[in-house]
């Protein structure tokens, strides 16, 4: 039986025009899915990023309330690097966030906003690999969350207190993609942006700075896994997605 990490890869459909990517925490988008973001703003698809925490826990050499501030900037220069000029910060607590409604009402609300075409996140799965690299609480929280919002947002009797000032229910999600699971099928080819996906990463230079001993290098990461995406696909580098259709309800 072929897995789905060896499998080839169906090319995502790129005949949209709004996006709105929601993940966990500053950086998530950057570690693998910001070089697809550089492709599809440089095809004149509007891109907006929504981040529910501000990764104010995720420096451990550096007081939240101080990293919280430091981990916004760079969130911002990463994203214009890739062509966003939208990024958002709920405000939720990093660490400690729980699928719950909650959760969801936010997610909704901003659905409801921004009325994108498609909703990027990350991997929630369990692990990264399908088997033994586990993956972090805040990210699967915020997937589960995600997938439950693009509904809720479409419901005008869920969260009706959001409904005043212009906004309406919005129905109109086509997909969920998520980035970098181990359940992958589907992929785009980020050969010529790839190198901005890295700048982008890179960006993160205070949080960066404090992974292992220092030494971390962004493009070997990034390339240990847009090649193998990218042999799936047949190009150079490719970027992975796990794809839930919401055009059939």
């Known amino acids: ?14 005949e949209w025009q709004r996006g709105l990517a929601v993940v966990a925490h500053p950086d998530d988008l950057e570690f693998g899915a910001a070089a697809a973001v550089a492709r599809w703003t440089g095809q004149g698809k509007e891109m907006i990023y929504c981040l529910v925490t501000s990764g104010e826990a995720g420096i451990d050499g550096m ?13 911002r220069a990463s994203a214009a690097l890739v062509g ?50 586990l993956n972090q609480a805040d990210h699967i929280a915020t997937g589960r969350a995600v ?40 992929g785009v080819d980020v050969t010529a942006t790839f190198d901005r996906g890295v700048a982008s990463l890179r960006a993160h230079g205070a949080y960066l700075s404090g992974l292992g001993d220092g030494s971390f290098d962004a493009e070997e990461f990034l390339e ?5 995406a990218g ?5 150079r580098y490719g970027a992975a997605f796990e794809v839930f259709h919401f055009d059939l309800y």
């Open 147 to 186: 997938l439950d919002a693009v509904r809720d947002a479409g419901n005008r009797w869920i969260f009706p207190e959001q409904l005043s000032d212009g906004v309406a229910p919005w129905n109109r999600v086509r997909q969920v993609w998520a980035a970098g699971s181990p359940l992958a099928r589907h």
């Open 231 to 235: 042999t799936r696909l047949g190009v």
């Open 63 to 75: 007081p939240p309330e101080r990293a919280r501030v430091v981990r916004e900037e760079e969130q």
């Open 84 to 133: 966003v000029d939208t990024v958002e910060f709920i405000g939720l607590p990093d660490g400690l966030l729980e699928y719950a409604v909650p959760l969801r009402r936010e997610i909704a609300a901003v659905v409801r906003r921004h009325r994108p075409d498609v909703v990027i996140t990350n991997n929630f799965r369990d692990t990264w690999d399908g088997a033994y690299a």
């Open 1 to 14: 039986m072929v897995q789905p990490q060896s499998e080839p890869l169906e090319p995502l459909p790129e």
């Open 224 to 228: 240990g896994m847009a090649r193998p």
